[in-house]
């Protein structure tokens, strides 16, 4: 091994002429299945504007406004009302409007007193169905009547047997990627951006929230109404109705929860304010008023979801530590890149998450400081790597080639870490007082506005590459946009925190020190991670038990360790787990956790008889999402 060390901030900038962690994998995925990086280029051109996952036609005619009206049934899981849809005609002869839908009912379609023809054509497997509408001869605004199904994709309902508070029942909508179409008749594409109006009728002693303007004070009456007078893209439309109440953390931010958690959530995330006003200093202001957390039930599947002035929480994160509030910043962060400048398809899914999660960093770093900013980006350096190692080719490609494709079915690391780690090479090579000013500058030109990544390579070479033709090339670029792989000599974080972690690993499998001699009580979770998901793949079941009698792993509270060991007991067959393995599967939706583990356990058919029991216990307080995604390995 070849290196030569730059020393930037508390990252080392390692370029290698090889490398042993990520040699074999990338030298072999360099070339792509599609053949020359200039071929995988020249087949994105082609369709670089492409919307594959919409039935829509905003190219004749556009939608620029809802207006919704919907009553929420919990008694027949149903949401029945209406959206008044503001359109404008993009051509002079267009006469129909295509919106997506996925199994909604569409009772019929008014524009100025007078129904409409409409027509609504069969279903496709994950796209849904096509709803056209003859467009009335005078006026630009039109009604469609309709309501959802009980299993609609994009919404969750929850008895209260299912909630914390246990006496109410709670409902959440999940837009991203394409569910949005489940719940309202839209053109259900990134690159449409609407303002929204809403009312929502509820049972009086529930509260309805949603991606708006919503009043902390707002009076329990079972009507609300709300306003998002900034035009966002459909998968930001967010509700959710339940037993909800609100707690300040700051000037401008605060957090809703069921009063049980409460406290506890206002507590972990205390930060929120700072974090705010230090991304404001450095990338801009903050366009959205505020910026409050809902806390949602334990089968939300995410960690979270940046729907604005509102990110969607995840509970697994209330750790009584704060030590998984980089969620948090990773929300916040989307208030810029995702929520301002959007992917206009999700094949530039990259240019929301790979910004986001490089601005996670920072904010990470300008709150926490410099040593937890490099342990978490050690970690997700390895995320990473653990992708490029079990992902096809084509499938580590930031401008993904999704035709055809249910966008649900690819969310990776790869948008997200490979694309915040090209940003974090563009910094070294300039300058972070240089690519901040590029960031500001990206922000302010794009400002609520979708786009491809065509767009951002045509800025990025009018503005750094422009400026600094000397240490940035068009051909490293398009190899990190185009290729498979990571690129030799990417920036290769590293932590000086993790170098006690190693040394105590590596005796302990050496036989040199025991478990209970680790001396671990000052590791934060960062290291407590890093220790274990840095273990042989092979382990005995006499390891496993010295660890688990040493520091409690099987009981351990901390979700994303217990992800981490559990995962180790399944590889290795450590059965004393299995039942906080079963209790960890039914308690918790979120994908992140779930997956590998059900991806695990249907390795082998005694693991598959537990992954079958855990999934047939859970899956009614699943999320649709959960189910699609975990049901392929218990089949």
Not at 170 to 181: E, G, P, S, V
Not at 194 to 204: F, L, Q, S
Not at 363 to 380: C, H, N, S, T
Request: hydrophobic letters at 40%; charged letters at 25%; a negative charge.
């Amino acid at each position: 091994m070849t290196i030569k060390n730059l020393i930037v901030g508390s990252f080392t900038l390692l370029l290698l002429a090889s490398c042993n962690e990520s040699t074999s994998s990338t030298n072999s995925l360099n070339h792509s299945a599609d053949g020359k990086v200039e071929q995988v280029v020249a087949d994105f051109n082609k369709h670089t504007s492409q919307d594959y996952h919409s039935f829509s036609n905003p190219e004749e005619v556009k939608v620029t406004h809802l207006t919704l009206d919907l009553n929420v049934d919990f008694s027949k899981r149903e949401l029945t009302g209406s959206v008044a849809l503001d359109f404008k005609r993009m051509t002079a002869h267009a006469k129909t409007l295509i919106l997506d839908t996925r199994d909604l009912i569409i009772s019929k379609v008014t524009a100025n007193g007078e129904d409409l023809s409409f027509s609504l054509a069969e279903s496709d497997s994950f796209l849904g169905a096509p709803l056209s509408i003859t467009l009335p001869e005078q006026g630009s605004t039109l009604t469609v009547y309709y309501q959802t199904v009980p299993q609609a994709s994009g919404v969750q309902w929850l008895t209260p047997a299912q909630t914390a508070g246990k006496k109410h029942p709670f409902l959440f909508t999940q837009a991203q990627a394409i569910h949005a179409r489940s719940f309202i008749p839209l053109q259900d594409s990134p690159n449409v951006r609407v303002t929204y109006d809403a009312t929502i009728r509820t049972p009086k002693e529930l509260l309805a929230v949603m991606s708006a303007s919503n009043d902390p004070d707002t009076p329990r009456d079972g009507v609300y109404e709300f306003s998002m007078p900034q035009a966002i893209p459909s998968y930001l439309i967010a509700l959710a109705v339940g037993d909800l109440h609100f707690k300040a953390m700051g000037e401008r931010t605060g957090v809703y929860s069921e009063i049980g958690i409460l406290d506890a959530a206002a507590a972990e995330f205390e930060d929120t304010e700072s974090m705010l006003i230090a991304t404001e200093k450095s990338f801009g202001p903050y366009s959205w008023d505020r910026y409050d957390l809902l806390i949602l039930p334990p089968s939300f599947p995410f960690g979270g979801m940046e729907n604005p002035r509102l990110s969607f929480i995840t509970p697994t994160v209330i750790a009584g530590d704060k030590s998984l509030v980089s969620l948090i910043a990773h929300e916040l962060a989307h208030s810029w890149s995702g929520n301002t400048v959007t992917n206009a398809t999700w094949r530039d899914l990259w240019l929301n998450e790979g910004f986001t999660t490089y601005l996670t960093y920072r904010i990470m770093e300008m709150v926490y400081g410099e040593d937890r900013y490099a342990m978490e980006a050690v970690l997700g350096r390895q995320d990473l790597q653990a992708d490029i190692d079990s992902l096809k080719p084509n499938d580590q490609i930031l401008a993904i080639d999704l035709k055809g494709r249910d966008p649900d079915e690819v969310f990776s690391n790869i948008p997200y870490e490979k694309g915040a780690l090209f940003l974090r090479e563009l910094e070294y090579k300039v300058g972070r007082e240089n690519f901040d000013k590029f960031l500001l500058g990206y922000f302010e030109t794009f400002a609520f506005k979708s786009i491809t990544t065509n767009d951002f390579i045509d800025y990025l070479d009018k503005t750094l590459v422009q400026d600094h033709s000397d240490k940035i090339s068009k051909e490293r670029i398009e190899e990190w946009i185009f290729k498979p792989g990571v690129p030799e000599g990417a920036p290769v974080p590293e932590s000086n925190a993790f170098t006690s972690v190693d040394s105590a690993r590596n005796n302990w499998l050496a036989g040199k020190i025991k478990a209970k001699d680790i001396d671990s009580k000052n590791w934060v979770v960062h290291q407590w991670l890093y220790f274990l998901n840095n273990l042989p793949a092979q382990l005995t079941v006499a390891q496993l038990k010295e660890l688990d009698e040493a520091f409690g792993l099987t009981d351990i509270k901390n979700n994303e360790i217990a992800h981490s060991w559990l995962l180790i007991c399944v590889n290795n067959w450590y059965e004393p787990a299995f039942p906080r393995l079963n209790d960890y599967l039914v308690s918790i939706g979120r994908n992140k956790l779930v997956k590998p583990l059900y991806k695990a356990l249907s390795s082998t058919p005694e693991g598959l008889a537990i992954a079958r029991e855990a999934f047939t216990k859970a899956k009614d307080g699943y999320h649709p999402l959960t189910v699609k995604v975990n049901e392929k390995f218990v089949k």
